[in-house]
T-cell receptor, first 111, second 114 residues
């Protein structure tokens, strides 16, 4: 069974701080990695994807991928109360047929 | 507006009844997916389809059935054989079943069976 692990949290950060969310995966052959944001009672919304080792920045969000360590992270700079949500990590398996999702990390940004 | 629609938003059924959840997309995506989400758990794949008239079982297909008669539509039937049907059901689509294609989700249907 391919696994995607995330700390469930809750993670609390003050407004304006950097929030760091982490994810590890078991399938060494995985090629594509995604971060989704899910507000309570709503469906997941794609916020970042990354395919290559290193960092990828998009506005206040930075995704970091380290395939050797099987680790992907999401940094949120200048955190805002509107960032309070559950963040899901998703990985596509080596065959490219199926997404595997972590259980999500709950983030609360305190004003 | 391009997107994925699911209906209804909330659905209540009695135990022993089959129920069909609707999913439509106008993104011209080839691949479509059904997931269920339970509290404290990640999304679990029920079925997926890459092209019309073809679909594959996911990790938890037992008690569910699907059809893909049109590219835009991928309805899910929750049968009476599904032992714990109460959950949040999410439909998603992507350009194709290629490893680089991201998935986009519909708003979801919350099913309660009593």
């Amino acid at each position: 069974q391919k696994e995607v692990e995330q700390n469930s949290g809750p993670l609390s950060v003050p407004e304006g701080a950097i929030a760091s969310l982490n994810c590890t995966y078991s399938d060494r052959g995985s090629q594509s990695f995604f971060w989704y944001r899910q507000y309570s009672g709503k469906s997941p919304e794609l916020i970042m994807f990354i395919y290559s080792n290193g960092d990828k920045e998009d506005g206040r969000f930075t995704a970091q991928l380290n395939k050797a360590s099987q680790y992907v992270s999401l940094l949120i700079r200048d955190s805002q109360p509107s960032d309070s949500a559950t963040y899901l990590c998703a990985v596509i398996d080596e065959g490219g047929n199926q997404f595997y999702f972590g259980t999500g990390t709950s983030l609360t940004v305190i004003p | 507006d391009g997107g994925i629609t699911q209906s209804p938003k909330y659905l209540f059924r009695k135990e022993g009844q089959n129920v069909t959840l609707s999913c439509e997309q106008n993104l011209n995506h080839d691949a479509m997916y059904w997931y269920r989400q339970d509290p404290g758990q990640g999304l679990r794949l029920i079925y997926y389809s890459q092209i019309v008239n073809d679909f594959q079982k996911g990790d938890i297909a037992e008690g569910y059935s699907v059809s893909r008669e049109k590219k835009e539509s991928f309805p899910l039937t929750v049968t009476s054989a599904q032992k714990n049907p109460t959950a949040f059901y999410l439909c998603a689509s992507s350009l194709g079943l290629v490893s680089s294609y991201e998935q986009y989700f519909g708003p979801g249907t919350r099913l309660t069976v009593t």
